[in-house]
């Protein structure tokens, strides 16, 4: 992490003096315990997240709770989108009634109960004791005809596992919004680059604990139990939570200064909609239809302060939901790619392992196959690389040069990668397509179900799998930085909030997208290609996306480039502007 730098702006001296007089008095090297508890914290809490979101669906289709593959599947998608929608809701009560300190501490409490909750429900006492005993099957008729419909099964503990995975989400999203901009007040005395550093190892934190969530908590939840990969999480949860406290003295807590949410909102109102907002003022007691310099003085941001960071905030949306179209192709790893990775040859783990000499050994032969999943650690691995050579060789080398891009353009550049991944992507998936029209295909079996692949070694993947890596070292990186440097201070956590948010409202895009090309004549169309995507074209769809993220980031060079200028020039006193770096 970084020393002390060049001298700062005047506003930016007067910031580090106030964080100055919070940091606990003591050695000077207290901010490396403080940023190093955050990082760890992070760490561990990401770990646990992916050990709940990696096997989720396996977790629900399995003999113990006997749900329905779409059953399952809703029930994942729930659980990712809330925890990325529900983000602005921590950053807010944080800003207004909690502090980020308190309301980490409350979200990993509730992240602790939720995951022993769910954990509960993974063995047969706590099943019954939170859902009861699970429904005997009926036995019913075989179908008399090909056109008729079965009733679709109850899912078994529904209420309490729905109830477990909207706790997990929220806590998830609230830590996830508070812990960002809470790590980067620990460092933000120490110098204009300091934060700059502090997301860059952030985000490779992150990582490592998805990496150790892929390679252990879910090979343990497949191959042994899920109770003990569930275990896992509620100690990673736990373990988190005991460091966060152990640290407090070298923390530096803010206290909550309010969020201007509700006055950006009545801004936004009395701004675009002049009529309604006369009818509701006319309806607020006399007091409230005072002009402001006629209230009595209230905590808080002045009315000219609220003036001046509402056009703050209006500049900085329009950044950030150009985003949204890079989110729609970054989600792809997660769901299409590994659609295409599913119908492209999977080698086994041990290639030389017989597995014909009987039937236990073939029964278990799709257990030595390489997961699919795995290959997410292709984006994992580049970053837990890239992050510190970027960190301690590239932007040092640049900053010397005067070359270092600013956030803005480094999330340019991160369109670009994440353009030429589903390019990739799409090339690949055209020649797959190829093999399968000339009836050259292999069988395979995963898990229970057979796919039909193109005899294409599924390493040919890894490229679009690295793009996107490069992709999100520039852009989910820079944004953050972006979102936290560039907010007004009373909103920062709603800002990191929003920013997460909208990266789910892109993951959302894309599977509506998905979704609208499965219609009748959709390019995703093939419902006489039960569980196979041989006769879609899932390729143009890849095309698709890839004409949808040139187009946005042409949008955003444009917004991107009036932000800049705008922010060069002369800044009203009373809105400080942070550094965008």
Same mark, same amino acid.
Request: aromatic share 12%; hydrophobic share 50%; proline share 7%.
């Given at each position: 992490?970084?020393?002390?730098?060049?001298?700062?702006?005047?506003?930016?001296?007067?910031?580090?003096?106030?964080?100055?007089?919070?940091?606990?008095?003591?050695?000077?090297?207290?901010?490396?315990?403080?940023?190093?508890?955050?990082?760890?914290?992070?760490?561990?809490?990401?770990?646990?997240?992916?050990?709940?979101?990696?096997?989720?669906?396996?977790?629900?289709?399995?003999?113990?709770?006997?749900?329905?593959?779409?059953?399952?599947?809703?029930?994942?998608?729930?659980?990712?989108?809330?925890?990325?929608?529900?983000?602005?809701?921590?950053?807010?009560?944080?800003?207004?009634?909690?502090?980020?300190?308190?309301?980490?501490?409350?979200?990993?409490?509730?992240?602790?109960?939720?995951?022993?909750?769910?954990?509960?429900?993974?063995?047969?006492?706590?099943?019954?004791?939170?859902?009861?005993?699970?429904?005997?099957?009926?036995?019913?008729?075989?179908?008399?005809?090909?056109?008729?419909?079965?009733?679709?099964?109850?899912?078994?503990?529904?209420?309490?596992?729905?109830?477990?995975?909207?706790?997990?989400?929220?806590?998830?999203?609230?830590?996830?919004?508070?812990?960002?901009?809470?790590?980067?007040?620990?460092?933000?005395?120490?110098?204009?680059?300091?934060?700059?550093?502090?997301?860059?190892?952030?985000?490779?934190?992150?990582?490592?604990?998805?990496?150790?969530?892929?390679?252990?908590?879910?090979?343990?939840?497949?191959?042994?139990?899920?109770?003990?990969?569930?275990?896992?999480?509620?100690?990673?949860?736990?373990?988190?939570?005991?460091?966060?406290?152990?640290?407090?003295?070298?923390?530096?807590?803010?206290?909550?200064?309010?969020?201007?949410?509700?006055?950006?909102?009545?801004?936004?109102?009395?701004?675009?909609?002049?009529?309604?907002?006369?009818?509701?003022?006319?309806?607020?007691?006399?007091?409230?239809?005072?002009?402001?310099?006629?209230?009595?003085?209230?905590?808080?941001?002045?009315?000219?302060?609220?003036?001046?960071?509402?056009?703050?905030?209006?500049?900085?949306?329009?950044?950030?939901?150009?985003?949204?179209?890079?989110?729609?192709?970054?989600?792809?790893?997660?769901?299409?790619?590994?659609?295409?990775?599913?119908?492209?040859?999977?080698?086994?783990?041990?290639?030389?392992?017989?597995?014909?000499?009987?039937?236990?050994?073939?029964?278990?032969?799709?257990?030595?196959?390489?997961?699919?999943?795995?290959?997410? #650690?292709?984006? +994992?691995?580049? !970053? =837990?690389?890239?992050?510190? &050579?970027?960190?301690?060789? /590239?932007?040092?080398?640049? @900053?010397?040069?005067?070359?270092?891009?600013?956030?803005?353009?480094?999330?340019?550049?991160?369109?670009?990668?994440?353009?030429?991944?589903?390019?990739?992507?799409?090339?690949?998936?055209?020649?797959?397509?190829?093999?399968?029209?000339?009836?050259?295909?292999?069988?395979?079996?995963?898990?229970?179900?057979?796919?039909?692949?193109?005899?294409?070694?599924?390493?040919?993947?890894?490229?679009?799998?690295?793009?996107?890596?490069?992709?999100?070292?520039?852009?989910?990186?820079?944004?953050?930085?972006?979102?936290?440097?560039?907010?007004?201070?009373?909103?920062?956590?709603?800002?990191?909030?929003?920013?997460?948010? #909208?990266?789910? +409202?892109?993951? !959302? =895009?894309?599977?509506?997208? &998905?979704?609208?090309?499965? /219609?009748?004549?959709?390019? @995703?169309?093939?419902?006489?290609?039960?569980?196979?995507?041989?006769?879609?074209?899932?390729?143009?769809?890849?095309?698709?996306?890839?004409?949808?993220?040139?187009?946005?980031?042409?949008?955003?060079?444009?917004?991107?480039?009036?932000?800049?200028?705008?922010?060069?020039?002369?800044?009203?006193?009373?809105?400080?502007?942070?550094?965008?770096?």
């Amino acid at each position: 992490m970084p020393g002390p730098s060049a001298p700062a702006a005047p506003w930016e001296s007067e910031e580090r003096q106030r964080l100055l007089a919070l940091r606990p008095r003591g050695p000077r090297r207290w901010w490396r315990v403080a940023a190093a508890a955050v990082l760890v914290v992070e760490m561990l809490e990401r770990a646990a997240f992916f050990g709940v979101a990696g096997n989720l669906v396996l977790y629900l289709n399995s003999a113990e709770l006997k749900w329905a593959g779409e059953q399952a599947s809703r029930a994942a998608l729930v659980f990712l989108g809330a925890s990325y929608l529900l983000a602005p809701v921590g950053g807010w009560l944080a800003d207004v009634y909690l502090g980020r300190y308190r309301a980490i501490v409350l979200s990993l409490l509730l992240y602790l109960a939720a995951s022993g909750l769910l954990a509960s429900t993974a063995f047969p006492d706590g099943r019954s004791s939170f859902c009861g005993e699970i429904p005997s099957a009926r036995l019913e008729p075989a179908c008399p005809s090909p056109g008729c419909q079965y009733t679709s099964r109850a899912t078994y503990c529904a209420p309490t596992l729905y109830a477990a995975l909207l706790l997990l989400a929220l806590a998830a999203s609230s830590v996830r919004s508070n812990l960002t901009s809470f790590g980067a007040d620990q460092v933000m005395d120490l110098g204009r680059h300091a934060s700059r550093r502090f997301f860059n190892w952030f985000y490779w934190s992150l990582n490592v604990g998805a990496m150790l969530s892929l390679l252990v908590v879910a090979f343990i939840q497949q191959n042994i139990n899920f109770l003990l990969g569930y275990s896992i999480v509620v100690g990673c949860v736990g373990l988190a939570f005991f460091i966060f406290l152990f640290a407090t003295p070298s923390f530096i807590i803010k206290p909550p200064t309010g969020s201007q949410v509700s006055s950006m909102l009545k801004l936004a109102l009395q701004n675009c909609c002049p009529r309604l907002w006369h009818r509701h003022s006319a309806r607020d007691p006399p007091s409230a239809q005072l002009l402001p310099d006629q209230r009595l003085p209230q905590p808080g941001p002045s009315p000219k302060e609220d003036i001046a960071n509402f056009q703050v905030l209006v500049k900085i949306l329009p950044v950030m939901v150009t985003l949204v179209p890079y989110w729609m192709v970054y989600f792809q790893m997660q769901s299409t790619y590994v659609l295409q990775g599913l119908h492209l040859q999977i080698p086994n783990i041990f290639p030389n392992c017989p597995t014909n000499r009987s039937e236990t050994l073939r029964a278990q032969g799709s257990i030595y196959k390489i997961p699919e999943a795995w290959l997410l #650690l292709a984006n +994992v691995i580049v !970053l =837990l690389i890239l992050v510190p &050579v970027k960190d301690h060789l /590239l932007d040092p080398l640049l @900053l010397r040069c005067k070359l270092l891009p600013s956030a803005l353009q480094k999330m340019a550049l991160g369109m670009f990668f994440g353009f030429t991944s589903v390019i990739v992507a799409g090339i690949l998936e055209m020649k797959r397509l190829e093999y399968i029209s000339s009836n050259q295909t292999v069988s395979q079996q995963i898990g229970q179900d057979m796919y039909y692949a193109a005899p294409l070694s599924i390493w040919w993947q890894t490229p679009q799998y690295l793009l996107i890596g490069i992709s999100e070292i520039f852009a989910s990186i820079a944004g953050l930085e972006f979102a936290y440097s560039e907010a007004p201070r009373s909103m920062q956590g709603a800002l990191m909030g929003i920013f997460f948010c #909208l990266s789910g +409202v892109g993951s !959302l =895009l894309g599977s509506s997208l &998905v979704a609208l090309l499965s /219609l009748p004549r959709g390019w @995703l169309y093939c419902p006489e290609d039960t569980g196979n995507i041989n006769k879609c074209r899932m390729d143009l769809y890849f095309f698709l996306l890839a004409g949808i993220q040139a187009a946005a980031a042409l949008l955003f060079i444009i917004i991107a480039d009036r932000y800049e200028r705008a922010a060069k020039s002369p800044a009203p006193q009373s809105c400080p502007r942070r550094d965008s770096g």
